[in-house]
């Protein structure tokens, strides 16, 4: 069955504190990306990855960190997450015409 | 440069009707087009599709879309709503592999 998996799904932490999310793929899918969703603005991307070790800037990269050392794993970094960064971020693995999507993290920043 | 415009914020049918939800598009070349669904706390579920063909695209859940491209418009709609459709619905366009997502509708049904 076609999956993506992120974790965790719910994380509180304080400002400063550095985080990570982990998403997880097993399509074999070459691209990668973060979402974050906001209420009104729809999804917006953070970052995306073409392939391992090729990782390039969204439309709302600032504050953000990725890596993809495999191709099944695309951790999303925040080295010191602050309030403004509190949301539903979504995790995605797609091919041309269809993207899968992660069941989300809601993480609130105090 | 790409975008997905989804008017209605929230909507509200009563079970039974029909249902229509707005979306247009800009993009230079022919897109891909998607419809994906949101319940409460869940991720986002492919609904339909459209990459090219025939412009009236069958979904799950008894959901189509017609693809208008001299309106720039890709409609979702369902001829009768059932409670569990109350969700969040958005239209997105994809550039390759990357999907830009409109601001999306909420669907609230009343009994």
């Known amino acids: 069955e076609a999956q993506v998996t992120q974790n965790p799904r719910y994380l509180i932490t304080v400002t400063g504190k550095k985080l990570t999310v982990t998403c997880s793929q097993n399509?074999?899918?070459?691209?990668m990306s973060w979402y974050r969703q906001d209420p009104g603005l729809g999804l917006r991307q953070i970052y995306y990855?073409?392939?391992?070790?090729?990782?390039d800037k969204g439309d709302v990269p600032e504050g953000y960190k990725v890596s993809r050392k495999e191709k099944r794993n695309f951790p999303l970094i925040l080295e010191s997450p602050s309030p403004n960064q509190t949301s539903l971020y979504f995790c995605?693995?797609?091919?041309?015409?269809?993207?899968?999507f992660g069941q989300g993290t809601r993480l609130t920043v105090v | 440069a790409q975008s997905v415009t989804q008017p209605d914020i929230h909507i509200t049918v009563s079970e039974g009707a029909s249902l229509e939800l707005r979306c247009n598009y800009s993009?230079?070349?022919?897109?891909?087009l998607f419809w994906y669904v949101q319940s409460p706390g869940q991720g986002l579920q492919l609904l339909l599709k459209?990459?090219?063909?025939?412009?009236l695209v069958q979904g799950i859940k008894g959901f189509e879309a017609e693809f208008k491209r001299s309106q720039s418009s890709f409609n979702l709609r369902k001829p009768s709503v059932h409670w569990s459709d109350a969700a969040e619905y958005f239209c997105?366009?994809?550039?390759?592999?990357?999907?830009?997502f409109g601001s999306g509708t909420k669907l609230n049904v009343k009994p």
């Open positions: 995605a693995s797609s091919s041309l015409k269809e993207a899968f």
């Open positions: 399509m074999n899918h070459e691209y």
């Open positions: 990855s073409m392939n391992v070790e090729v990782t």
């Open positions: 993009y230079g070349a022919t897109p891909y």
């Open positions: 459209y990459f090219s063909g025939d412009t």
């Open positions: 997105a366009v994809a550039n390759f592999n990357k999907f830009y």
